[in-house]
């Protein structure tokens, strides 16, 4: 059994972020930054606007969640569901996506 974790380039996973944020986006009527954000804990995008509520912002990380978890290669994504995430820091700066279920060092640049 193979027991390296599966892997991603960043341009695929890239491009399903900014599909599944655009689906959000237009479905929230939210604006995102254009920044993939690949952080120790979070991957996502940071939204532009300061008055979303969190429970809002939930059911975005959800969505975003859900639609990676439906087009990308399970095996890129690990064996366990990734867990939607709202990160909030002071000023307010909100991060939307998703907690990877393996660490992310299975993804390589192309």
């Known amino acids: 059994m193979n027991k390296r974790p599966g892997t991603i380039s960043i341009k695929e996973l890239s491009k399903a972020v900014d599909n599944a944020v655009k ?6 009527n939210v604006r995102f930054s254009p920044e993939l954000i690949i952080g120790p804990i979070i991957l996502g995008r ?13 059911q975005i990380a959800t969505e975003i969640t859900q639609h990676l978890a439906a087009n990308v290669s399970g095996a890129a994504l690990g064996a366990h569901q990734a867990e939607p995430a709202v990160l909030v820091r002071k000023g307010p700066v909100i991060t939307i996506g998703y907690i990877p279920p393996e660490p992310v060092w299975g993804i390589k640049p192309e």
């Open 23 to 28: 689906i959000a986006a237009e479905r929230h």
């Open 46 to 58: 940071q939204i532009l606007q300061a008055d979303i509520q969190l429970k809002q912002a939930e």
